[in-house]
């Protein structure tokens, strides 16, 4: 098959493109660079640099494929608060351009890459997909409107959509950014090095951690599900995991005595989050096969970036 992946730079874009590849799968990437790492791509994958709302750019690489995946966003919910307007250009106007584009061209499927950030605060627990969603950050906002745009512009032009609810997705070649980065290649590096583990608040928040592989396996296999089109699926691990149990197995695995700091100033977000398996067990065939600990364990091995960090050994003579 001829695949289209906007975001291919990103974490999960690179992942799922260079397993196309290795399928033997044509697969065209398109990334604008602001976050995404082209060197994480295969040389199989055609990489374009290039904006998703570049209509011209999008109509060329649109042309004999088959399925897009649409992963172009900005990602970061502290950054959004401060810039919704432009979360709203790139997520919400960046989608609506794609969907334009595939209608012009003739592309018949979309796999929409949203967030279970979408959910929001919610007392009731596994999350279901016919539960109301409740975001509570312009980044939340803006996966959930992108969610409704490929929805219903697909049944107005025909072109079949689901939408992939993408919980807290981790493993190698995790960006690790300045500010804010993603808590478990944080506390990894920060272990590794022997500096300070920083939960928020209690730590007794939890979260839906899901290995990339597992990710990648379910994106696949949206591509070419049969009768999935209107589809809202989450795509987690189904465990809930507290950032303390966290803190607790990512020491164990580095063999870390790194002390454990727990600021009461700082938010710490949402109060729990696991996700519900049956939709994409029922029209996926997806069952996570890599739990946490294993998880952590194959981040630590492959991603070089630890192995980097490591801090020096003493000589012994």
């Known amino acids: 098959m001829n695949f289209l992946i906007t975001g291919a730079a990103g974490f999960l874009g690179a992942a799922l493109a260079n397993q196309l590849a290795r399928q033997g799968h044509q697969v065209r990437g398109l990334d604008d660079l602001s976050t995404g790492n082209p060197n994480a791509l295969s040389p199989d994958?055609?990489?374009?640099?290039?904006d998703v709302n570049d209509r011209p750019k999008l109509w060329t690489l649109l042309q004999e494929v088959d399925c897009v995946y649409h992963l172009a966003a900005r990602v970061s919910v502290p950054e959004s608060?401060?810039?919704p307007r432009e979360y709203n250009a790139v997520n919400v106007g960046g989608t609506v351009s794609l969907m334009e584009a595939m209608r012009d061209v003739g592309v018949?499927?979309?796999?929409?890459?949203?967030?279970g950030?979408?959910?929001?605060?919610?007392?009731?627990?596994?999350?279901?997909?016919?539960?109301?969603?409740?975001?509570?950050?312009?980044?939340?906002?803006?996966?959930?409107?992108?969610?409704?745009?490929?929805?219903?512009?697909?049944?107005l032009w025909g072109i079949e959509s689901v939408s992939l609810r993408v919980f807290n997705a981790y493993g190698p070649g995790q960006r690790l950014p300045p500010s804010h980065p993603p808590v478990i290649p944080n506390f990894l590096r920060q272990a590794v090095r022997g500096g300070t583990l920083v939960v928020h608040d209690q730590g007794i928040q939890t979260r839906d951690y899901v290995f990339v592989d597992d990710v990648v396996r379910a994106m696949i296999a949206a591509a070419t599900a049969p009768d999935i089109s209107h589809s809202i699926i989450n795509i987690c691990s189904g465990t809930e995991t507290s950032i303390r149990e966290l803190v607790r197995l990512v020491k164990e695995i580095t063999d870390s005595r790194s002390e454990v700091i727990y600021n009461q100033q700082t938010d710490p977000g949402v109060s729990r989050m696991c996700a519900d398996l049956s939709e994409a067990k029922e029209k996926l065939g997806y069952q996570p096969q890599i739990m946490l600990k294993e998880g952590l364990r194959l981040t630590l091995e492959r991603d070089p970036i630890f192995h980097r960090e490591a801090p020096a050994q003493p000589v012994t003579r």
């Open 108 to 115: 018949r499927r979309v796999v929409f890459i949203s967030s």
């Open 81 to 83: 608060i401060l810039y």
């Open 117 to 155: 950030a979408v959910y929001g605060d919610q007392e009731d627990q596994p999350l279901s997909v016919d539960k109301t969603p409740h975001p509570q950050s312009p980044y939340a906002v803006s996966k959930l409107a992108a969610e409704y745009y490929v929805r219903t512009i697909g049944d």
């Open 45 to 50: 994958v055609l990489f374009t640099r290039g």
